[in-house]
C-alpha cells in the first residue's frame, strides 16, 4: 500500500536546470525551417520576405506574452491546453491539446527523416530508414531514463545552433562592408536591384507570413518545460521577455543578409538552401558540410523537443482525466514514460508508414497540420482574453500582463481570424486548411462524446 501511495503522489521534477532552461528558449525557435526553408519564403516574396518575417515575428511576440501572463500565473505542463480547459471549457482544452499532440508526432518522424536523409547522403552504405530508427531510438531513451538527460541534449544542440547563426551573422556583415576577403561581393543592392523590394506584390508578402509562422512554432516550449525547474515564474519571465531579441537576432538579422547577399530568384536558393547558399556565394571552404552538420543538429533538437512537448501534453490530457488514465503514470526519477513511450510509437509509426508507402499515407497525415499553430495561436488569445478578464473582476494581482489589453489581444484574435479565412480561400493553402478543420472536428466529436459518457455515468 506505501509504495502505491508514493507512485499516486509522483509528479514531474524539477530536473532542469536555469542554463539548460535558459538556451532553450533563445533556441527553442531555431530549426530547419529557417536554415533551409526560409529559401522557400524569399522565393515567394522576394527580398519584402522581411516584412513577412517582421509581421509574424510581431504576433508571435504578442502571443508569448499573452501566454506567459497565463503561465506566471499558474505555471502547468499543460500550457495552453490548460488555461483553455479553464478559460473556454474542458472541450477546448480537450481538443487543443490533443491537436498540438498530433501535430508533434507527425514532426517528430518528419525531423527523423530529415536527418536520416543528410547522414545517408555521407554514408550511402547504411539505409535512411535505419539512421530515421536509431535517431528516434537514441532521442526517446535518453527522454525516457530522465528530464535531465532532455534538457542536457537540447542545451548542446540549442547552443550549436546559437554559435552557427552568430557565426553567419558576423560573416556576413563582414561581406556587407566589403571585408570579406574570400569574395568580392559586398553592399546591399540585391534588396532592391531584382525587381525591386516587392518584385511579387504585397500578396505574396501575406503568402510569406503563412509560410515563416511555421519557423516560429515552438516558442511555447519553454511555458512546458518549466514547469519542470525551480522558480518557473522567473525562467517564464525571462523567456516571454527574450523572445523580441531572438526574433530580432535570429530570424530577421539572418534574413536580412541572407537577401542582401544573393539574389532572391537565384535558382540555387531553393536548391540548396538559404544559409548554403550564401556561403556558397562568399566562397566558405565545406559550405554545404557546414550547413549539413548545423541542420542536422537542428532537426535532431527539433525531434528531442517535439518528444518532450508531445509526452508532456498528453501526461498533461491524462491527469486531466482526457487520455488514457496510464498516461498520467510518472516513474522514479519523474519522466511520464508512458506518454513517453506512446509518442515515440506515434512517432514511429509516421517513419513506417513514409517508408512502406513514400509519398502518400503519410504526405496525406501531414497535410492535416497546416494550421494547427494558428488555432494553437488562437486559443492563447481568447484563453488570455477571458482569464484576464476574470481576473480583474477578481481583483487577482497578475505578475506579468499583456500590453494594451484588451486592444492588443483583440488585434491579433482578429488577424489570426483573418489569416485563417485567407487560407480557406486561397487555392495555395485551402487543402491544407480544410484537413485541419477535419481533424479538429473530428477531436472536437470526441471530447463530446467523452464528455457526455461521464455525464450518463455520473447520474446512473
Wanted: proline share 3%.
Amino acid at each position: 500500500m506505501a509504495s502505491q501511495d508514493n507512485k499516486k503522489q509522483r509528479s514531474l521534477q524539477h530536473g532542469l536546470t536555469s542554463r539548460q532552461v535558459s538556451m532553450i528558449s533563445i533556441a527553442g525557435i531555431i530549426g530547419a525551417g529557417l536554415f533551409i526553408g526560409s529559401s522557400n519564403a524569399i522565393a515567394t516574396a522576394g527580398p519584402a520576405i522581411l516584412i513577412s518575417y517582421a509581421m509574424t515575428g510581431l504576433l508571435v511576440l504578442l502571443v508569448m506574452r499573452m501566454l506567459g501572463e497565463m503561465a506566471i500565473a499558474n505555471p502547468n505542463s499543460g500550457s495552453f491546453s490548460a488555461y483553455a480547459s479553464e478559460a473556454i471549457g474542458p472541450w477546448a482544452g480537450f481538443t487543443i491539446g490533443w491537436l498540438y499532440w498530433w501535430f508533434w508526432v507527425l514532426i517528430i518522424p518528419v525531423e527523423a527523416i530529415a536527418g536520416a536523409d543528410i547522414l545517408h547522403a555521407y554514408f550511402p552504405g547504411v539505409p535512411s530508414w535505419l539512421f530515421a530508427f536509431l535517431i528516434m531510438l537514441v532521442l526517446s531513451g535518453t527522454n525516457l531514463i530522465s528530464v535531465k538527460n532532455f534538457g542536457a541534449f537540447e542545451y548542446w544542440f540549442a547552443l550549436v545552433k546559437v554559435v552557427a547563426i552568430i557565426a553567419f551573422i558576423v560573416v556576413c556583415t563582414l561581406a556587407v562592408f566589403g571585408f570579406w576577403p574570400l569574395a568580392e561581393v559586398s553592399g546591399v543592392s540585391r534588396l532592391w536591384d531584382n525587381g525591386g523590394f516587392m518584385p511579387n506584390g504585397f500578396g505574396t508578402v501575406l503568402g510569406g507570413v503563412l509560410i515563416t509562422i511555421f519557423s516560429f512554432f515552438g516558442a511555447e516550449i519553454v511555458t512546458i518545460a518549466a514547469d519542470e525547474t525551480a522558480n518557473p515564474k522567473d525562467k517564464i519571465r525571462r523567456a516571454t521577455n527574450l523572445v523580441v531579441y531572438r526574433i530580432a537576432i535570429f530570424y530577421l538579422a539572418s534574413i536580412f543578409l541572407v537577401v542582401s547577399l544573393v539574389a532572391w530568384n537565384d535558382p540555387e536558393l531553393k536548391a540548396v538552401g538559404s544559409f548554403q547558399r550564401v556561403l556558397e556565394v562568399l566562397n566558405v571552404p565545406g559550405a554545404k558540410l557546414l550547413v549539413d552538420l548545423v541542420v542536422l543538429v537542428a532537426v535532431t533538437s527539433c525531434m528531442n523537443s517535439g518528444l518532450y512537448t508531445a509526452s508532456r501534453m498528453l501526461y498533461s490530457l491524462g491527469a486531466r482525466g482526457q487520455a488514457l488514465s496510464v498516461t498520467k503514470r510518472i516513474s522514479g526519477s519523474g519522466v511520464p514514460t508512458v506518454a513517453v513511450i506512446f509518442s515515440t510509437l506515434a512517432g514511429f509509426a509516421g517513419c513506417f508508414v513514409n517508408y512502406v508507402f513514400p509519398g502518400k499515407v503519410f504526405g496525406f497525415l501531414l497535410s492535416t497540420t497546416g494550421a494547427i499553430a494558428l488555432l494553437v495561436y488562437l486559443v492563447i488569445a481568447v484563453s488570455q482574453l477571458r482569464m484576464r478578464a476574470r481576473a480583474e473582476r477578481e481583483g487577482r494581482p497578475l505578475e506579468l500582463k499583456m500590453w494594451l489589453f484588451p486592444w492588443l489581444t483583440w488585434l491579433v484574435i482578429g488577424t489570426i481570424v483573418m489569416v485563417l479565412g485567407y487560407m480557406l480561400f486561397s487555392d495555395a493553402y485551402r487543402y491544407e486548411t480544410l484537413m485541419t478543420a477535419g481533424v479538429t472536428l473530428f477531436i472536437l466529436l470526441v471530447s463530446l462524446t467523452q464528455r457526455r459518457a461521464k455525464v450518463v455515468a455520473q447520474t446512473a
